[in-house]
């Protein structure tokens, strides 16, 4: 087979810079996965973080409740 003025080498190094491309698309497709994984992760470990939060300041102000006695703790809220 023979090329004219080059267009074997011209397609075969088409070919070769489709293939590298296709693999950086398909490692950057993979970083971006695990970036939005581990903010997802993030993420829920927040909102546990919070809702354990919420859990706590509700004990506390159903205990402040039936004592009707602000925790020393707390004296910052006495008037």
């Known amino acids: ?3 004219r003025s080059g267009s ?5 190094l088409q ?8 693999i950086y698309v398909e490692k950057m497709k993979n970083a971006v996965a695990v970036a939005h ?3 997802e992760e993030m993420r829920a470990a927040t ?5 354990e939060e919420i859990v706590r300041a509700n004990d506390i102000a159903s205990r402040i409740r039936a004592t009707g006695q602000v925790p020393r703790k707390f ?5």
Do not use: D, N
């Open 1 to 3: 087979m023979t090329c």
């Open 8 to 12: 074997c080498i011209e397609s075969w």
């Open 15 to 22: 070919e070769k810079l489709e293939k590298q491309r296709a």
């Open 37 to 39: 994984r581990a903010a």
């Open 47 to 51: 909102e546990a973080r919070k809702a």
């Open 75 to 79: 004296l910052c809220l006495h008037a």
